[in-house]
């Protein structure tokens, strides 16, 4: 890891976009296996995406309510270094997968994240949920992470507020922060200046911590 704040960049939809996001310093890359999504990877370009990258970023596999065959079927044919839940997966399921885990959970609610104890949580939007780029009042976390909670932001964030999002918190810094929409351009493709200037300034931050 680059920095003491893991940037992921989610969505990965191509393996020149995957590239982008290790040339300019980011940690790991979601790779989306969500029927219906606009990101959703068939399992040979994620094969492909993988492979590009093996050994050089994080790669996470993103499901929601997936069958545990579904599940098993992606871990069998990609290479992937963790997986990270968007449902309404139990903490029987969650701990069910041989990888780390992310669950996401709908903004900082304490109960939510009392379900899932040791498990590092994604916290989107309260109420819109993922992959809609919705931002929402990071400061919320602030609880979360003093309570020991490994979180990762996310919802909404792009290049122009990580660093308001950052400061909301204090001196306290997430485990993680996580990117999608607010570093595309056009067909969910990455834009390689919007990704370098999302990693740059979320590494100016924690310069100032």
């Known amino acids: 890891m680059s920095g003491r704040i893991r940037i992921k960049i989610c969505g990965i939809t191509h393996p020149d976009d995957a ?3 290790v040339n300019a310093g980011a940690d790991l890359i979601g790779l989306n296996f969500v029927p219906g999504s606009p990101r959703y990877l068939e399992l040979a370009v994620a094969e492909e995406i ?4 093996a050994g050089r970023i994080e790669r996470v596999a993103v499901f929601k309510d997936a069958t ?3 599940i098993e079927r992606v871990l069998r044919r990609v290479d992937l270094e963790r997986v990270q839940f968007h449902g309404s997966e139990t903490e029987e ?3 069910d997968v041989d990888l780390p885990v992310i669950k996401a959970i ?3 609610d304490l109960a939510a994240a009392e379900e899932y104890p040791g498990t590092i949580l994604l916290l989107d939007h309260p109420t819109k949920g993922g992959g809609a780029g919705n931002p929402w009042n990071w400061s919320e976390a602030t609880e979360l992470i003093e309570n020991g909670c490994d979180a990762i932001l996310a919802g909404g964030l792009d290049p122009d507020n990580v660093a308001e999002a950052l400061a909301s918190l204090g001196d306290l810094l997430p485990w993680g922060v ?4 607010g570093v595309e351009g056009e067909g969910c ?3 390689p200046e919007k990704v370098a200037r999302f990693v740059e300034v979320v590494r100016a931050a924690e310069k100032f911590d």
Not at 178 to 181: E, G, M, P, R
């Open 189 to 191: 493709r990455k834009d």
């Open 106 to 108: 709908q903004g900082a």
């Open 178 to 181: 996580d990117v999608a929409t």
């Open 93 to 95: 399921e969650v701990e």
């Open 68 to 70: 545990p065959e579904e």
């Open 19 to 21: 590239m982008v996001a």
């Open 50 to 53: 993988s492979e590009r990258v």
